[in-house]
T-cell receptor, first 111, second 113 residues
Framework: GAGVSQSPSNKVTEKGKDVELRCDPI?????LYWYRQSLGQGLEFLIY????????KSGLPSDRFSAERTGGSVSTLTIQRTQQEDSAVYLC?????????FGPGTRLTVT | GEDVEQSLFLSVREGDSSVINCTYT??????LYWYKQEPGAGLQLLTY?????DMKQDQRLTVLLNKKDKHLSLRIADTQTGDSAIYFC?????????????FGQGTTLQVKP
């Protein structure tokens, strides 16, 4: 079946611009996660959605980062006023019970 | 706090066994995972183990868990060149409503022909 998909696969943006990254989870998976992978920080948890519960935003690095999940399915991660330190690969995962499956990621480059 | 540590690099010869080690700090971890990442690709779930188990075997993969020492290992039998990749250990932490993963830095496995 289809896995987690993310778009775009690559995004180059100028410092100060806003960007939106999209994640389509595996159908039927109730939980959705965003992580960030960068050379300096490794793999970091950003935010987690589970059903209708309030999201766990404890990993968001600043208030420039936000995410929403519409209809319990697709999620969008928004970064406002991008900075060079936001350059990283943004990974989305979805899960049912204990197995988290990752998408291919969006490589964000802020110039 | 939550922390996961791995050695950064391992080199083996094709056909040998590889053992990748990991230590974690959160004693409340419920599940521990191994992921594989090939160059330019996302994370592939290899296997996971529940914290009340001490061993899990899946084909060429064997996971050993020492909960007392908070030590996890992944053994790959008959290592092949296609096993060359970065391997990440991760622990699942938080309450039952929070399933976030805390990852180690990753171990680069180099398999020489």
């Amino acid at each position: 079946g289809a896995g987690v998909s993310q778009s775009p696969s690559n995004k180059v943006t100028e410092k100060g611009k806003d960007v939106e990254l999209r994640c389509d989870p595996i159908s039927g998976h109730t939980a959705l996660y965003w992580y960030r992978q960068s050379l300096g920080q490794g793999l970091e948890f950003l935010i987690y959605f589970q059903g209708n519960s309030a999201p766990d935003k404890s990993g968001l690095p600043s208030d420039r980062f936000s995410a929403e999940r519409t209809g319990g399915s697709v999620s969008t991660l928004t970064i406002q006023r991008t900075q060079q330190e936001d350059s990283a690969v943004y990974l989305c995962a979805s899960s049912i019970r204990y197995e988290q499956y990752f998408g291919p990621g969006t490589r964000l480059t802020v110039t | 706090g939550e922390d996961v540590e791995q050695s950064l690099f391992l080199s083996v010869r094709e056909g040998d066994s590889s053992v990748i080690n990991c230590t974690y700090t959160d004693s409340s971890s419920t599940y521990l995972y191994w992921y594989k990442q090939e160059p330019g690709a996302g994370l592939q779930l290899l296997t996971y183990i529940f914290s009340n188990m001490d061993m899990k075997q899946d084909q060429r993969l064997t996971v050993l868990l020492n909960k007392k020492d908070k030590h996890l290992s992944l053994r790959i039998a008959d290592t092949q060149t296609g096993d060359s990749a970065i391997y990440f250990c991760a622990e699942r932490v938080g309450s039952s409503n929070t399933g976030k993963l805390i990852f180690g830095q990753g171990t680069t496995l180099q398999v020489k022909p």
